[in-house]
Structure formats: C-alpha cells, structure tokens
C-alpha cells in the first residue's frame, strides 16, 4: 500500500507540473528551439522514444524544449573550485546539481596550471565522483587547461607562471592515471619546446588538443594543426592586450577551417564586435559557447581570497585586480546563449547548436546534443525574456533533475 500511495503522489506532482510520468516513461510537451513547431516528446528508460509533432500547443505557453547543455570548460561553481586544494566529492556533487538549474545537463570539469600533486589529486576526486549513479552521467570528461602554456603575461593570463612548464608527457601520463583516462581535453600552447610530438600523442589517445594562452606564430599554430589539434580554448582570450595588428594568434586559427574554436560570449569577456567577427568567420557548425566559470559564479559580489591571489566577483565577471586581467567568467553556459543571439541575430537553433549540438559531436558523445529517437533524454524546458534564458525544468536521462516551480 505504501508504494502504491507514493506512485500516486509521484503521478499527482508531475502532472502538476504539465508533465506525465510513470516509473520510466515520462512525456513533456513545448517549443521545438529549431524549428518552433509543438511537439510532444516521450521518454522511455532514459532515452527519447517518441516525438510527436503537435497541430497547437498552450496558446498561452512560451516554453521552449531542446537538448541539454554541454561546457566543456568550466573551472568551478557556487563555491567549489575543481583546481582548488579543498575539493570533494561532495563539492562536485553539489556543483553539478547547481549546474542542473542552469540548464547544464553536461559538463567537462576543468583543472587549470597548479601543483602537479594538487592537480593529480583533484583528477582523482574527479574520477571518483564520476561514479556516482546520480551524478556520473553528466560527466563524460575532464578538461585538462594547463600547465603547457605561455608563460608570457597576457596570454598565461590568470594561470601562475610558477607552475607553468613545456609538455611532458610522463608527468601527463600519471594525471590520466590518476583521472582514470577521464582527461578527454586538453589545452595547451604550440609554440612550447616538445609541443608538437606530444599533440600526436595525444590524438594518438583519442583526447581532443585545443590551443590556448598561447603567442603561438603561424608556422607553430599550422604544424600544431597538422599533428591534430582541432580546437582553439576561449579564443580573444588567453592573449595579450596589445599584439602586433598582422602577425599575432589570433588570425591563423580563424583562417584555418580545421579549428573549431570556443567562445566565451558572456558579454564581457569579448566585445560585441568580436563575437560577430568570429561568428561570421566560423558560422554556427564551427564555433562552441562555453562559459569558462569560475566557483565564484552563483555567489555574490566581492572579493574572495583563493589561495595565493586575492580575486574580485563583479556582477558580471571575475577579475585578478592585481594583474589586471579577467580570471574568468561568473554566468553559466545558458547566458552565453542569450548573448550570443543577441550580438549575431543568430537563431535560437543556432545557439543551442554551439552550447550543445557541437560539442556533443567534438566529443564523439553521439547520444547527447540533439532531440532525436533513442537520444538520451537530456532535456531543457525554458523561456526566453529579451533573449535572456530562464530554464524551468531540466531533466537527464529522462529523469527530472530541476523545477523552477
């Protein structure tokens, strides 16, 4: 009696909520984000088992459904640091179901230039926390940003030049140990002495290499790209203030078709004009939104003292007051979505395509990034005020993980 009572309770909240479910079946209706049809969508044992276009829906209703969103590089959240010297398996537990009402159905926790012993340890807390039932399935990767990079100030930007070294692969080969082989990215400069054989091992590996806080030249950046590098990391990013207007970083990956780079379109982080230039120089099928967040984001306002370094939390973006250089972002993925449509009069389709569709396919993580039959049910439903996203309901694995309501 008692399970029959909790199944009609269950029963009762969710069609309260406008959604029906049962055990492993569930079906939620809204706004198809590509096309803006009605649709009803059915789940089944955490996959997607049925969609059904609708002739209307709520007249009333501005409920938009698409795929979960995917960062691939977002470096903490409300208050846990994955670099940092306290994390836990709880903290990840804690910053991915803070990520869930953001929208975020997946995401590559990063671990940026610090102690290696620090580093290695938190790789481990990660590949544990990757284990978790509850939370697991919203972490297929890590993102490893660091310490192969520039030492130049500008473009090592907030990473410590006293961590920073050339590439050694044995040292990398006991952080995949130690993250279990969870390190599917990794970001690091081409210009570096041993930069180039240790791409090819890398791809060798399967891990995706992106180039980041680099002053790579040409010749480094085009020799990095013929080993296998594929992603550009915050591109506009990671560089200097003042670079030589013809001979600089940044125009040789935009020239390269074989670079996807990623943008941080928060609406800080790079001007307007810059977000519309790279837009139009990559389009929507080669560019990937990612937040860049840091744990401070979802906090309030002021300064925090994190280790060595004393960082200030605007509204809007963290800063390194001292060097004078953002530290990074403060917003999740799902604002860069707004932003970006607002900077490029993208489509709605558009965005959801660079914050999840892209990089779902980077990554070879073929059931996620779409609303397709047996996709996995990563779902949000969401409206847009003045292109600002406000998520209501967020489910994983057809599971409902968050409710505005």
């Known amino acids: 009696m008692i399970f029959k009572y909790t199944s009609v309770l269950a029963l009762f909240f969710f069609y309260n909520m406008g959604i029906s479910q049962s055990m492993d079946k569930s079906d939620l209706e809204g706004i198809l984000y590509s096309d803006g049809g009605w649709v009803n969508i059915s789940t089944k044992n955490g996959k997607i088992s049925g969609i059904n ?15 979960g969103l995917l960062d691939v590089q977002i470096n903490g ?8 010297p306290d994390l836990t ?83 990398f080969q006991e952080l995949q140990k130690a993250a279990n082989n969870g390190i599917k990215l990794i970001t690091l400069a081409p210009e570096l002495e041993g930069a180039i054989p240790f791409i090819r091992n890398c791809v060798a590996k399967g891990i995706i290499v992106a180039l980041g806080h680099h002053n ?29 207007r013809h001979h600089n970083p940044l125009w040789p990956q935009l020239a390269d078709d074989r670079i996807t780079p990623s943008i941080i379109a928060d609406g800080f982080h790079l001007t307007k004009e810059e977000v ?6 990559k389009g929507p099928n080669k560019t990937i939104l990612v937040s860049d967040a840091l744990d401070l984001a979802g906090l309030p306002p002021g300064e925090y003292t994190r280790g060595e370094r004393t960082l ?5 973006v963290v800063k390194l007051p001292k060097e004078n250089v953002l530290a990074g972002a403060a917003s999740p993925i799902s604002a860069c979505v707004g932003v970006i449509m607002d900077y490029t009069q993208c489509t709605l389709n558009d965005a959801i395509q660079m914050a999840s569709t892209n990089p779902a396919k980077m990554f070879s993580l073929n059931e996620l990034g779409e609303i397709g039959q047996g996709k996995r049910a990563d779902l949000i439903l969401f409206e847009l005020d003045d292109n600002k996203v406000i998520i209501h309901k967020t489910f994983v694995s057809g599971q409902l993980v968050y409710s505005k309501d």
């Open 53 to 67: 276009r609708l002739s209307k829906g709520d007249k009333g209703s501005k409920i938009y459904v698409a795929p």
């Open 77 to 84: 959240y409300m208050g846990v640091d994955f670099s940092g």
């Open 89 to 171: 398996v709880e903290g990840v537990r804690k910053a991915t179901k803070a990520l869930w009402k953001a929208g975020v159905t997946t995401y590559f926790p990063t671990i940026i230039t610090s102690d290696f012993k620090r580093m290695k340890r938190n790789f481990a807390i990660l590949a544990e926390a990757q284990k978790d039932p509850e939370i697991g399935g919203s972490i297929p990767g890590f993102h490893l940003e660091g310490p192969y990079i520039s030492p130049l100030p500008g473009f090592r930007g907030a990473h410590l030049e006293k961590y920073i070294k050339n590439p050694d692969w044995d040292e």
């Open 216 to 244: 790579g030249s040409v010749v480094d950046i085009e020799r990095a790209i013929d080993a296998g590098a594929k992603m550009a990391t915050h591109l506009g990013n990671g560089c200097a203030n003042e670079i030589n």
């Open 276 to 281: 519309r230039s790279f837009y139009k120089v």
């Open 312 to 316: 200030l939390l605007t509204p809007n």
